[in-house]
């Protein structure tokens, strides 16, 4: 087993992964910018070294001050979490060279799922179900009207390099073809530094339901199954839960089939999540994977009763799973709790927290790194907690979420929880019956 695991990440998520190691006799190292000395990851971890200032791209992102901090920890094992390098190969491939393992999948791995197209044309070669469109990059406006009378309106033009949903545009005619390639390719640009583009056909009304995975270094895939994450605005998740309401035992068997071909046809290791699309027909198409813990995997650890940052470790360390799946015994939901407005278009509300109370209570988890007198900082992801209930039925587990999200008080900044406590009570999110669109004519009172 490791003796010191360094975590690059911050927030909520090095925090998650501080207390594992804690819990498996494991020192741990926090790495932070100027603007996170105060955070909690920084005061828990047995280490912490400042590795720049503020901006991501000469703190988090850089992979030369990581590695330095690496060298001057001692330590054997890194932890990416999620975002920032988690997903970077080069990242990896470094890691390797240097004999520090990186808690996650390989650099050909993350290769060979990063870019969209590749990935895509992994999958049809291992014969899962992808969404149906174009073959590769999109060249330019005349071959991808081309195309998308191929594919068949409406289309959906992706970045390949694409995450957190940007970069993405609906086109729904030739007509509109241009302007929404220019302008997806503009997002794509800023977002990710790469604009190419490709071309799916766009499903309408899908729900986005993915299946967690793990694999261990000698051949071994299992899934954890599905996490519903229908709920989104602007292609970006709200909230998730376990079971899908959607889900019923053939479909999850044939999508936790799919899900372990995909792993396996990239002898995956680690934890992983292969996200789908699912039509009302319960026809369900690959989408991506994501090669890394996902924020939202609390879900999967309430309902099967797992830590997933030990199995990640566990397996990095070697350790051979036991070769089941797993299936969820309680219903789980977490809301996404977000410096943000929701009240004016969700837009971004850093600053200083003057009140810190936490829901608590039986079936009640949060996973956060801020607290009463904690600014929190404009510079990064507008996350600030992720408030986790589980309940044996979904019925029961929306009404515990729903008394959380009441007593949940965070004051000084605004936060998502009023939009989270009217989601409770609306009679379509408690029925179940929700798509990707649900958001489209939602009004927050
Ligand atoms: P990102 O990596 O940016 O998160 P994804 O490929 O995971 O992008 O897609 C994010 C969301 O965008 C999906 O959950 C879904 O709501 C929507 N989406 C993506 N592709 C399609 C498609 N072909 N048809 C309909 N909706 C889509």
Known sequence: MFKKVLIANRGEIALRVIRTCKEMGISTVAVYSKADKESLHVRFADEAVCIGPASSAESYLSITKIMAAVEITNADAVHPGYGFLSENADFAEVCEEYGVKFIGPSASMIRSMGDKITAKETMIKAKVPVVPGSDGAVKNVKEGIKSANEIGYPVILKATAGGGGKGMRIVYSDEEFEDQLSKAQVEAAASFGNDMMYMEKYIEEPRHIEIQIIGDQHGQVVHLSERDCSIQRRHQKLVEESPSPFMDDKLREKMGKAAIKAGKSINYEGAGTVEFLVDKN????????????????????????????????????????????????????????????????????????????????HGVRVDTHVYAGYTVPPYYDSMIAKLICKAETREECIKKMSRALD??????????????????????FKSGNVTTKFMDDFELK
């Open 282 to 361: 319960r026809n369900f198409y690959f989408m991506e994977m994501n090669t890394r813990i996902q924020v939202e995997h609390p879900v999967t650890e309430e309902v099967i009763n797992r830590d997933l940052i030990k199995e990640q470790i566990k397996v990095a360390a070697g350790e051979k799973l036991s070769g089941q799946n797993y299936y969820p015994v309680m219903h789980s939901i977490e809301c996404r709790i977000n410096a943000e407005d929701p009240y004016h278009n969700f837009r971004p509300s850093p600053g200083h927290i003057t009140s810190f109370h936490s829901a608590k209570g």
């Open 407 to 428: 007593e949940f008080i965070i004051e000084g900044i605004k936060t998502t929880i009023p939009f989270h406590q009217q989601l409770m009570k609306d009679e379509r």
